[in-house]
């Protein structure tokens, strides 16, 4: 994933990230199998899809825990 999409995926809301990774795990099951087969040789693609899965889980969950920071703010100001 090159810099720009990268970028691009903090701007996505945390269902549309979701959604990407289920896309991703699904196109790496693909490619696992065409490796294990034989089909694909180039394993460079496999791999930079579990790369891009984990980077969309990591802003997933960075995007989860400034949530909870954010509600637990709020409540302390409201106290």
């Not at 090159?2 to 099951?29: A, M, P």
């Not at 954010?70 to 409540?75: F, G, L, T, Y």
Request: without cysteine; aromatic residues 2%.
């Amino acid at each position: 994933m090159k810099r720009k999409e990268f970028t691009g995926l903090k701007n996505k809301s945390i269902k549309d990230l979701e959604k990407l990774v289920r896309e991703k795990k699904e196109e790496s099951l693909k490619k696992k199998m065409e490796g294990i087969s034989g089909k694909d040789k180039n394993l460079k693609n496999y791999r930079n899809l579990r790369r891009e899965i984990a980077q969309a889980l990591t802003l997933i969950k960075e995007k989860q825990i400034i949530e909870e920071l954010k509600s637990k703010s709020e409540e302390v100001k409201t106290k």
